[in-house]
């Protein structure tokens, strides 16, 4: 039994293994590459059923193919905000034309150009389409397109012309269709007839007309057949009016595709190239459409908001939010007119302009461009690929999240200390003028359009928050991410005029936004109508727009705000400038103001087309801006901004973080007034002013003319207060001399020989328990002399036979003691004259006396000089000898005896006469005085 078992159990394990090994024998036998295959097999199935379906979707979501929408179109009527038509859309720009009217030059040119094989095709070129798919792929989806003249009839038609796949797929499936129910050469009537071809023209008809004067299309020659075949691609770019030169490269293009297919030779296109295109123009330039950058945002509306609506051939009445006048100023301002009052760097700069109705949110005007003439252009104010905004989006994305969502102040403190550091890069984001002020307020941040603040206030607020708050104001952030950069306007997201009107307006309009709309209903020929108008949303709190708005005031009225120039004094206005500069260059490539009353608000933005290029003139958005609001505000009433009830205006102690409320004692100068949303304003007093100031620039002088000493101080505060005044004397008691209201004192009865220490005390008025610590300074009074004087000099004049004596004297009040040989007489004057002198030496000694105050009498030292005089006498004229007498001479008479001796000379006639000019030197000193 047991032998038996085992044996089983051994059989059993061989078969065992034996399946095993027959398992790996069958596994190696059946090839890897067929499993591969049998996968991507299964995902083909998969993707080939999802993509059916796709399609399936796509398809059965088409548009139908709606014949009346191919016929012939109806002009449609445009209306102002007053009911006015201020334009007819399509009325007089088409020139409808059969198959039978082209001529096959045209048809040719045409057909190279645009769709090679048109009369081979179904509808789809598929070996067009397969290079398409294969560039997409290469370049990325829309990079290159596999249009057929049957797919621009269908996207014209019943598609936008916007690069989905959802829309190609449609319109392949609607080409299908279109070329099942028409012939091709009805198709291609339809697209001749539909193209718009610049200059206002609709229609091959209408453009031949024109540019050329042809109104008989057989009469085109191949190279009017060319231009024509060439412009749809870029009407405006390529008009033969505007830009000959970009016309001729493009007739180039043509040429060259039709000799390529055959249409014409060589030797015709090098003919057709000699040809000088202006040569061609009929000089028929179409008058320019009135309103044209306005028109073009009504077409889009039209457009976007009604299925299926065609502005220029639906028949339509439109009616806008125009305002002509605001409209025909701001196309003015845009001019290079010689009245125009904007002075522009250059011909080149470009500018782009929106006006809204605050209230409403409606359009007033669009300036498009400058000296666009009326002619379909890019429209600088609405297009969708707009500039950075620069610090105008800082109220966006950095200050109003922070109201909205912190319930900051207006005061709310910000260390503006330093560059910022981006995280995770070695770059900095610095203040536009490099300068750093530590601790300021938000409402101070703002109108300096300082960035490092404004990307604190973003850092603090939070991202989701911010980018939340600026789409509900109409801002689109690029790649749908916010980053640090964006709360100072300098990445890539970035904004129109228009779109930044509408974010402002909210700010002027407690919170309320809806999105800038220039047609408010439209009118089919049936009589149906549609109203267009959007609703509007409260998108923050009304305390967030109105403290907004009010930082915005200071944004263009304080004395350190970027957007001064924009300011229009008596109008209650708030508004942001911004710049962005390119990365290591000098210079900003975009500027922007914005900025509102409670009726207007107005966005302007210039820069150049070239986005590389540097404005030489930043402040021009700024006049533009000024001179609109000027001219709009005129003859109407502009109330002020009204302030909610959730917002309350505190007092608040400058300097103090958290903010303080003033104490009675703190100084008018250190007060500010801030706005706070209600139940966020602070509640406790500052401490710092407890304590007066104590007075400041201090200094005593001693007056020795009147002995008194002269104190006078300074204090800066407009408090009540009065100010005491003590003096101690060598050391002794300080005892109040005086309190006076005035910044200085005279003290009097002045003690010589002393020093003085002299205090002062400020003393509120209102409460005399307050002082400041007192302030002193020290004077000290020596005791004064008489000194000598100096420079005694003595000249002894022979003509006028005096002595001329002369001194100088630099000392208290004196008068001066002369001395002649032991004469004396005392003068007031520094010199004399000596008269009376003969021959012999004179000592003269001068000494001063005092005469005021404690040197009165004081005797100060004397100095003497010595002055010889030798007086030369005259010799006596000899008697002339007496000629002989020729006649008997007369008796000669007797002798008068000799007089009797002169007396001695009087002792006192010979003294020197002393003759001093103290009375002249009283005149003068009297003289001086009146």
């Keep these: 039994m047991t032998d038996k078992k085992e044996t089983r159990t051994a059989r059993r394990e061989q078969q065992m293994k034996q399946k095993k090994n027959g398992k790996k024998k069958n596994g190696k036998k059946k090839p890897l590459f067929k499993k591969i295959l049998l996968i991507i097999g299964i995902l083909i199935l998969v993707m080939g059923i999802g993509v059916g379906s796709v399609v399936g979707y796509y398809i059965a979501t088409a548009p139908d193919l709606d014949v009346e929408k191919l016929s012939d179109p109806f002009s449609a009527q445009v209306l102002d905000m007053n009911g006015d038509v201020f334009a ?13 009217d082209l001529p096959q030059v045209l048809i040719d040119a045409v057909t190279a150009t645009e769709d090679a094989r048109f009369f081979e095709h179904n509808g789809i070129d598929f070996r067009r389409l397969a290079g398409a798919v294969r560039g997409n792929i290469v370049n990325g989806f829309g990079s290159e397109g596999a249009s057929t003249i049957t797919h621009q009839v269908v996207e014209q038609s019943f598609l936008t012309p916007e690069k989905k796949l959802s829309l ?45 004067g042809k109104t008989d299309l057989h009469d085109l020659t191949l190279i009017e057949a060319a231009i024509l075949a060439g412009l749809p691609q870029r009407p405006t770019a390529y008009n033969p009016y505007e830009n000959p030169d970009l016309t001729e490269g493009r007739v180039d293009t043509v040429l060259k595709l039709m000799v390529r297919h055959g249409k014409i030779t060589q030797q015709e296109a090098d003919e057709a190239r000699e040809v000088d295109i202006t040569s061609l123009l009929a000089g028929k330039k179409p008058s320019s459409t009135p309103y044209e950058a306005f028109i073009q945002k009504v077409e889009d509306e039209v457009h976007e908001k009604v299925d299926g609506a065609n502005i220029y051939t639906d028949g339509l009445k439109i009616h806008t939010t125009l305002d002509p006048h605001a409209q025909e100023y701001v196309e003015f301002l845009l001019t290079d007119s010689d009245d125009n009052p904007i002075s522009y760097p250059d011909d080149e700069l470009q500018a782009g302009m929106a006006v809204l109705d605050t209230k409403t949110g409606e359009i007033r005007a669009i300036g498009g461009s400058r000296n666009n003439e009326g002619i379909r252009g890019y429209n600088y104010a609405y297009n969708n690929n707009g500039r950075q ?73 939070g991202f989701d928050n911010a980018k939340k708050f600026a789409e509900g104001l109409g801002i689109e952030f690029a790649n749908d991410q916010i980053t640090i950069g964006d709360a100072i306007g300098g990445t890539q997201t970035s904004v129109t005029p228009l779109q930044l009107a509408g974010a402002f307006r909210a700010f002027g309009n407690e919170g309320i936004y809806n999105e800038p709309y220039a047609v408010t209903e439209v009118e089919f020929p049936n009589g149906q109508s549609v109203d267009l108008r959007p609703k509007s949303e409260a998108v923050m709190s009304d305390y967030t727009a109105y403290m907004i708005t009010d930082m915005l005031k200071s944004a263009v009225t304080a004395s350190n705000a970027t957007g001064r120039d924009a300011n229009i004094p008596d109008l209650p206005m708030a508004g942001k400038t911004g710049t962005t500069n390119l990365e290591g260059q000098s210079g900003a490539n975009n500027s922007w103001f914005s900025g509102y009353t409670t009726n207007f608000t107005i966005s302007i933005w210039t820069g150049y087309n070239e986005n590389n290029k540097i404005i030489e003139n930043t402040k021009v958005p700024h006049a533009l801006f000024k001179h609109t609001m000027t001219e709009l505000s005129k003859d109407i009433d502009t109330p002020d901004f009204e302030m909610p009830d959730s917002v309350v205006e505190v007092e608040v102690e400058r300097g103090t973080n958290p903010p303080m409320l003033p104490s009675p004692l703190t100084p008018s100068t250190n007060i500010v007034k801030e706005l706070f949303v209600k139940g966020h304003e602070p509640s406790k007093k500052s401490e710092k002013f407890d304590k007066l100031d104590p007075v400041s620039n201090l200094s005593a002088q001693y007056n020795s003319d009147n002995e008194s000493i002269n104190v006078s101080w300074d204090y800066s505060d407009d408090l009540d207060v009065s100010y005491e005044v003590s003096a101690s004397v060598d050391g002794g008691e300080m005892k109040v001399l005086s309190t006076t209201e005035e910044t200085s004192l005279e003290i009097s009865d002045i003690e010589a020989d002393a020093e003085y220490v002299i205090q002062v005390v400020v003393v509120s008025n209102e409460d005399s328990s307050s002082r400041s610590d007192p302030a002193s300074v020290k004077v000290t009074i020596d005791a004064e002399e008489i000194p000598a004087v100096e420079s005694l000099s003595a000249s002894f004049d022979e003509g006028r036979g005096i002595i001329d004596v002369d001194w100088s004297y630099d000392g208290p009040p004196a008068a001066f003691e002369v001395d002649v040989n032991g004469q004396t007489q005392t003068v007031n004057s520094a010199g004399l004259e000596i008269s009376g002198v003969q021959t012999g030496s004179y000592t003269i000694t001068v000494t001063p006396i005092g005469t005021s105050g404690s040197l009165d009498g004081v005797r100060g030292e004397s100095r003497s000089v010595t002055q010889d005089v030798n007086i030369t006498e005259e010799e006596p004229e000899e008697e002339p000898e007496e000629e002989p007498a020729t006649e008997d001479p007369e008796p000669e008479e007797e002798p008068e005896p000799d007089p009797e001796p002169d007396p001695e000379p009087n002792e006192e006639e010979n003294n020197n006469e002393l003759e001093g000019n103290a009375t002249d030197t009283q005149e003068e000193e009297n003289t001086d005085e009146n």
């Design 389 to 461: 905004a620069g610090s105008t989006i800082k109220p966006i994305v950095a200050y109003g999240p922070a109201i909205e969502n912190n319930q900051w102040s207006t005061y709310h403190q910000i260390n503006d200390d330093k560059p910022y550091p981006i995280a995770g890069t070695d770059k900095e984001i610095r203040n536009w003028n490099r300068s750093y002020q530590g601790w300021l307020s938000m409402r101070s941040a703002l109108a300096q359009s300082l960035n490092v603040p404004a990307v604190k206030a973003l850092e603090e607020t």
């Design 168 to 212: 190609k797929i449609q319109e392949q499936w609607l080409a299908l269709k279109l070329e099942r129910k028409f012939s091709k050469e009805q198709i291609l009537e339809m697209y001749l007839n539909k193209i718009f071809y610049g200059s206002g023209a609709y229609g091959v008809a209408k453009a031949a007309e024109i540019y050329f």
């Design 88 to 100: 007819e859309l399509g009325d007089t720009k088409r020139t409808k034309i059969e198959y039978n």
